[in-house]
């Protein structure tokens, strides 16, 4: 049987060490590495008052809140919340930035195209 | 700010009518209606003794598991347990059927890519 499976709390988090991001993880769940044809899926933990980097990029970001609460943000100073159960589509170049405003950890998953594909 | 957001719980499931499931239900919770460039996101409930339908199909699916427990099958008789927090990939052309043999409802997230740009 040539499916995958795992726990994902086998794969640790290591920081995200990209300019701008505070107090978050990665981790990487689903990628090339066990076979993913078109799109990549990593886990985000962000602890209280951390963020991600205020940035856009050419590719989307489809999310689902596993955990806590908190918004995202730009630079417009526009914000939408978020919580646990709550999905997020966030289209090619839109700006954005994942804050943790509540008052546990912000636990996400965040999928991306393999860009050599699309 | 055209980033999109909703409560996963805003959308009703629907029965899963394939021939060969049971007791399973359906909702996409990000698709082309969103904007979604490339993949698909879609959530699964399924009841004790419940399950998808035993197929393939050319396309993987990258899923989470978000409550519950069950198994993997194939028409070979193998299976895979699977559990809250794990992960599971179902490479192109893999046979496979979801089966609930837990005690509480399956429910999880099933990425698929869109057809017309792969």
């Known amino acids: 049987m040539e499916i995958y499976t795992k726990s994902t709390d086998s794969v640790a988090f290591e920081p995200l060490t990209n ?3 505070k ?15 078109n799109f990549i899926m990593r886990i985000f933990r962000i602890a209280k008052n951390g963020h991600t980097p205020l940035h856009s990029h050419e590719w989307e970001h489809e999310n689902y809140i596993l955990k806590g609460s908190g918004e995202l943000r730009n630079s417009k100073g526009e914000s939408k919340q978020i919580k646990q159960g709550d999905v997020v589509l966030i289209p090619p170049f839109e700006e954005h930035q994942f804050y943790n405003s509540g008052n546990e950890e912000l ?12």
Not at 23 to 37: H, L, M, R, S
Request: net charge negative; proline share 7%.
């Open 19 to 21: 300019e701008g991001a």
């Open 107 to 118: 636990v996400f998953i965040c999928l991306i195209p393999i860009m050599d594909r699309v």
């Open 23 to 37: 107090d978050a993880e990665i981790k990487v769940v689903i990628g090339k590495e066990q076979g993913a044809p």
